[in-house]
């Protein structure tokens, strides 16, 4: 199963994370498919660039988010765009 989920970048104590779209086997920091996006969660308020074209079409292929990706789709209003639960 092809999932949307963030791969963690930076340093110890300074996390940044990429937005990925990778297996679902595949290891966190591991082999990826495409980058989708970014996160910052040190910066007030936390950034969050997605590419919103690419998800789009990842989802309608079938491609299903991680729980930490789906909050963010919910932060950055993609959610509705996306019409998931």
């Not at 994370?17 to 969660?41: C, D, L």
């Amino acid at each position: 199963m092809v999932r949307i989920r963030l791969k963690r970048i930076g340093t110890k104590g300074k996390p940044k994370y990429r937005v990925v779209i990778a297996n679902q086997k595949a290891a966190r920091n591991g082999k990826f498919i495409e980058e989708v996006g970014t996160y910052n969660p040190l910066t007030n308020p936390s950034t969050i660039n997605l590419d919103e074209e690419k998800i789009i079409k990842w989802v309608s292929n079938g491609a299903q988010p991680s729980e930490a990706v789906h909050n963010l789709f919910r932060q950055s209003g993609l959610l509705e765009k996306l019409k998931l639960q």
